[in-house]
């Protein structure tokens, strides 16, 4: 890139910051033109391209991209002393294409209508509604649980591999399509990532690639939490951006699923979020309610729980402090907290309706 260049693109980035700042008073917009508009096309290319490769691309971009930033950084480090304006001028120039790239691909989905707003649910909710809805989904799970052929104090074992409940998530999908349109997904491109070690260590199930358009699952999760992370990862590819509401679509895409397994897994999930917000608003009803639950469940919380206390370590807190910050950039207010907000859309959606 010649000087002029640079300097522009390095130009660019506070522009497209503040066109994103003004991008985000107008959800319609982007909603019509852009996550019902643009993005499905792009969305759906990328997974013809690359849905079909066995292993991740995504995974093999992200260690080109850091090879190539150490082989810069090696041979322009002493710029930094001679040349500091121009050393940050490329770094700015790169960073100004990498987050245009980054936005055209996926990104603008951060600003779109909110999910509650589309599906036409409320978002305030009592704590009554709460603890029904929780009672609810305590029957149900322990209902499953039997009906599995566990007893009450054995934690249900999925009897799946990891592609098996790939193949397997796409059935819950299909089966929302008819209410839910946008919810189409086709065709696949979901793996393991190949950077599991690394992402535990981090403290994520998984991630969503934009410029690969991959979901990429955290293939060391051999618990409950696999089919619902694949189908949360599966949310973020049809375009859902917000955590909330890609938990919230997973929920509805495990409970919709032909498995009974699968199933489970959903209705325990949902239940860990709505029981844990009862504990933060009314801690004597938590205690009465978890002595209902299953011990064979609250064994699958617990396998969960031990093996991210495995892979504890500061990097984690560090890293979930940028995702944190980063959520917070891209509209998403409540930040990494973000994730609880799950329970408003959950309560007030199946309030009314049978699990």
């Known amino acids: 890139m010649r000087k002029r260049t640079r300097l522009i693109l390095a ?3 506070p522009i497209q910051l503040i066109l994103l700042r003004i991008l985000k008073s107008f959800p319609d917009f982007i909603e019509t033109y852009y996550s019902q508009g643009f993005y499905p096309y792009i969305s759906t290319v990328s997974r013809y391209l690359f849905g079909w490769i066995p292993f991740s691309i995504g995974d093999v971009f992200y260690l080109l991209i850091g090879i190539l930033a150490i082989r810069w950084l090696y041979k322009n480090g002493r710029r930094l002393t001679f040349e500091p304006v121009r050393f940050f001028v490329d770094i700015l120039a790169t960073l ?7 936005n055209l691909l996926w990104g603008f989905n951060y600003y779109r209508v909110p999910l509650y707003k ?6 305030d909710y009592t704590t009554e509604q709460l603890i029904s809805t929780t009672e609810r989904l305590i029957a149900k799970s322990n209902e499953m649980h039997r009906s599995l052929g566990f007893a009450d104090s054995v ?3 999925i009897p799946y591999t990891q592609k098996e409940i790939f193949k397997k998530s796409i059935d819950g999908y299909k089966n929302l399509e008819s209410e839910y349109p946008n919810l189409a997904y086709s065709p696949k491109s979901i793996k393991k990532s190949g950077w599991s070690l690394g992402l535990t260590y981090m ?9 690969s358009g991959e979901a990429q699952v955290n293939n060391l999760i051999k618990t409950y939490k696999f089919p619902v992370v694949s ?4 949310a973020h590819q049809l ?8 938990n919230f679509i997973a929920t509805l895409a495990t409970l919709a699923n032909d498995d009974s397994h699968i199933r489970y897994t959903g209705y325990i999930f949902a239940l860990r979020y709505c029981i844990n917000e009862i504990a933060r608003r009314d801690i004597d009803k938590y205690h009465e309610l978890i002595k209902t639950v299953n011990p064979g469940i609250l064994a699958s919380y617990k396998e969960m729980r031990d093996f991210w206390q495995q892979y504890q370590n500061p990097f984690e807190t560090l890293s979930k402090l940028f995702w944190d910050q980063f959520l917070k950039a891209n509209n998403q207010s409540k930040g990494i907290m973000s994730y609880s907000y799950m329970v408003a859309l959950v309560v007030n959606h199946y309030e009314n309706k049978p699990f």
């Open 239 to 246: 375009g859902y951006a917000a955590e909330n509401e890609a």
């Open 231 to 234: 189908c949360h990862e599966q």
């Open 118 to 123: 589309t599906l036409n649910i409320k978002t």
């Open 203 to 211: 403290g994520y199930s998984g991630y969503y690639n934009p410029f």
């Open 155 to 157: 934690k249900v074992e």
């Open 96 to 102: 100004s294409i990498v987050y245009f790239v980054f």
């Open 11 to 13: 130009l660019l980035l």
